[in-house]
């Protein structure tokens, strides 16, 4: 069907290999009028835009070009970059990152904090660590919290007049949780004010449906991350989103163990909980997003905490390693 589908589709970028590195696969039914699907890399990832309004995409890659400006980690120049060279100075920022911290500290509160977007210098020590390779040792533990010392939500501290002061020297805010599905949902936002009422927005697996694919739901498919053609389940989506987090592209094993690049922010180590892959369908992709990454933390044990103290409308799909085996959790 995809393949079919590039046959009447423009596409700016060809990406081989694209469908693999997501953990999503689009099912586009019910064609009657041709669309329009464009690919971009932007925000470090593949961003893709589904719809029959030739004007969706060039809209969507404008609001993605525009705050990336603002949430782009390893960008000097970035919004965050400039809050994250400071220290007990006030700095003014834009609305969206007000936001985008006001939900992360709602989402670290909720999580018990499994999400947590202060550990910047963490994550990107353990980044630095996966990418170097030959692992002969763990980092010890007094490194670790050495390193933990500079974390903390409670010292990003977000005042009445559109400023946020980090107090504490060293300490780095990582949106890379949580800001790839606020840009689509922006991204969604964008289209329904400029009279786009159907659409897909794909960034790199934080998928957003936008209305319905020609009267139908746009139907996407929750890929099984175990087997390469294997889906858990297809999802049939209408002004809803789906994130996946998981330890396929980026982790290391180390003395039988796999770890990912998602770290428990309490004991600053890699996650090493047996989740393969979370995929979260919610109203709202930026909270499936930090939601998403949060349950890879605390797996299943985690979830059903979450669950029993906030019931919910998502839908969650958890893949765990259990032995030699791999199994699916559904929760609906
Ligand atoms: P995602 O792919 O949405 O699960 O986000 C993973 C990225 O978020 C990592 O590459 C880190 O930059 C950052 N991160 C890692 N662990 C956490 C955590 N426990 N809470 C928030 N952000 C994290
Ligand atoms: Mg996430």
């Given at each position: 069907m995809v393949k079919k589908m590039s046959q009447i589709i423009c596409k700016r970028v060809s990406v081989a290999g694209y469908l693999l590195s997501v953990f999503c696969f689009l099912f586009l039914c019910g064609c009657a009028n041709p669309l329009h699907k464009d690919t971009f890399i932007i925000a470090g990832t593949y961003l893709e835009v589904i719809s029959k309004d030739s004007r969706a995409s060039q809209i969507v890659h404008e609001e993605f070009k525009r705050m990336e400006k603002i949430f782009n980690f390893y960008d000097k120049d970035s919004e965050l970059s400039r809050l994250n060279n400071t220290y007990n100075a006030p700095v003014k920022v834009s609305s969206e990152l007000i936001e985008v911290l006001k939900l992360s500290k709602q989402l670290n509160e909720m999580t018990d904090g499994?999400?947590?977007?202060?550990?910047?210098?963490?994550?990107?020590?353990?980044?630095?660590?996966?990418?170097?390779?030959?692992?002969?040792?763990?980092?010890?533990?007094?490194?670790?919290?050495?390193?933990?010392?500079?974390?903390?939500?409670?010292?990003?501290?977000?005042?009445?007049?559109?400023?946020?002061?980090?107090?504490?020297?060293?300490?780095?805010?990582?949106?890379?949780?949580?800001?790839?599905?606020?840009?689509?949902?922006?991204?969604?936002?964008?289209?329904?004010?400029?009279?786009?009422?159907?659409?897909?927005?794909?960034?790199?697996?934080?998928?957003?449906?936008?209305?319905?694919?020609?009267?139908?739901?746009?139907?996407?498919?929750?890929?099984?991350?175990?087997?390469?053609?294997?889906?858990?389940?297809?999802?049939?989506?209408?002004?809803?989103?789906?994130?996946?987090?998981?330890?396929?592209?980026?982790?290391?094993?180390?003395?039988?163990?796999?770890?990912?690049?998602?770290?428990?922010?309490?004991?600053?180590?890699?996650?090493?909980?047996?989740?393969?892959?979370?995929?979260?369908?919610?109203?709202?992709?930026?909270?499936?997003?930090?939601?998403?990454?949060?349950?890879?933390?605390?797996?299943?044990?985690?979830?059903?905490?979450?669950?029993?103290?906030?019931?919910s409308t998502m839908r969650i799909f958890m893949v765990t390693q259990e032995g030699k085996q791999k199994r699916v959790h559904i929760f609906r």
């Open positions: 499994a999400f947590d977007v202060s550990c910047g210098s963490l994550y990107n020590f353990w980044k630095e660590f996966i990418k170097k390779g030959n692992i002969k040792e763990l980092p010890s533990k007094e490194t670790i919290n050495g390193i933990l010392e500079n974390c903390g939500m409670d010292k990003i501290k977000i005042n009445t007049d559109l400023t946020v002061t980090i107090e504490r020297k060293g300490l780095k805010v990582d949106l890379g949780a949580i800001a790839k599905g606020y840009m689509v949902d922006k991204a969604a936002t964008a289209l329904k004010n400029k009279g786009i009422s159907s659409a897909l927005i794909n960034a790199g697996g934080d998928i957003y449906c936008l209305g319905t694919n020609n009267k139908n739901p746009w139907r996407v498919g929750i890929k099984n991350p175990s087997e390469i053609q294997g889906i858990i389940e297809n999802e049939d989506l209408v002004d809803e989103a789906v994130t996946t987090s998981g330890n396929y592209e980026q982790f290391f094993d180390f003395e039988g163990r796999r770890y990912s690049h998602i770290i428990d922010p309490r004991t600053g180590f890699p996650v090493t909980s047996g989740v393969i892959s979370v995929s979260v369908v919610s109203k709202n992709c930026t909270t499936a997003d930090g939601l998403a990454t949060a349950f890879f933390v605390d797996g299943i044990e985690g979830l059903n905490k979450f669950l029993s103290k906030y019931p």
